[in-house]
């Protein structure tokens, strides 16, 4: 025979309550996270891109010229 534990109702559902709350507030977090710096860091790595892309180019016209 085990031993049952009796918890009162009130005390469960502050609980899960309390864990649903908090999986609601940090789902949010990571989603505003993700809408603000996903794009921070699409423009960033473009913007390396064309910067990298323009530095090839001018270094290569620099030492073909010789």
Do not use: C
């Not at 534990?5 to 949010?28: L, Q």
């Not at 603000?36 to 016209?61: F, T």
């Amino acid at each position: 025979m085990g031993i049952v534990v009796k918890i009162p109702k009130g005390a469960m559902i502050g609980a899960v309550f309390a864990t649903t709350v908090k999986a609601f507030f940090v789902g949010t977090f990571v989603r505003v996270r993700q809408l603000i710096v996903e794009p921070i860091v699409r423009v960033i790595a473009v913007v390396l891109v064309i910067v990298s892309q323009r530095w090839h180019h001018g270094h290569a016209q620099y030492h073909g010229s010789r």
